[in-house]
C-alpha cells in the first residue's frame, strides 16, 4: 500500500483550515509577522492558505485553480516588509500553530510541516525569486522539495 500524501495524512482540507486560521490568528498579532500584514489583507486569506497548503502538501490544485500560481503569491508578498525579520517569527508562529491547531498527534507529519514551512520562508518566499514568469506551486513531499 502507498504511503499516503501529507495531505491525506494531515486530514486534507478541514485540517489544513485549521492550521491556516491558528497561523493566520498568530501572525496578525506577532510583533514582526503583523507588519506583513500592515498593507491589509484579503477576507480570505486563511481560505488562500489552506489551498495554498493543499497543492504544495499533495493534495488537489486548490490553490492554483482558483487564485493563480507561484508567481502570483510572491507579488502578493513581495516588498510589503522586512523578509529577514519576518521569516524567523513566521516560521516560530508556525510551528507552534502544528502542535496546537489539532492536526494528528503524528511527530514525523508534524516536523514533516514545519520543515516544509521552514524550506518555503527560506527558499521559495525568498525576495531573490524573481516572480516576472509563470511558477507552479512547488510541492514538498516526506522527502523533501519534489523536483518537477
Request: glycine share 6%.
Amino acid at each position: 500500500m502507498p504511503r499516503p500524501t501529507i495531505y491525506e495524512a494531515v486530514g486534507g482540507m478541514p485540517a489544513l483550515r485549521s492550521l491556516a486560521a491558528s497561523w493566520h490568528d498568530r501572525a496578525i498579532e506577532a510583533p514582526m509577522v503583523s507588519r506583513a500584514f500592515s498593507h491589509g489583507y484579503r477576507d480570505d486569506h486563511e481560505e488562500r492558505l489552506a489551498a495554498y497548503l493543499a497543492e504544495a502538501l499533495g493534495g488537489p490544485p486548490a490553490y492554483s485553480a482558483r487564485y493563480g500560481d507561484q508567481a502570483s503569491v510572491l507579488r502578493q508578498h513581495a516588498g510589503k516588509y522586512d523578509y529577514e525579520l519576518v521569516a524567523a517569527e513566521a516560521i516560530a508562529i508556525f510551528a507552534d500553530a502544528v502542535q496546537t491547531c489539532g492536526l494528528p498527534n503524528n511527530p514525523q507529519l508534524r516536523q514533516t510541516l514545519k520543515d516544509f514551512w521552514a524550506w518555503a520562508m527560506h527558499t521559495i518566499m525568498a525576495p531573490a525569486t524573481d516572480p516576472s514568469a509563470p511558477l507552479e506551486i512547488p510541492r514538498w513531499s516526506w522527502d523533501g522539495p519534489v523536483e518537477n
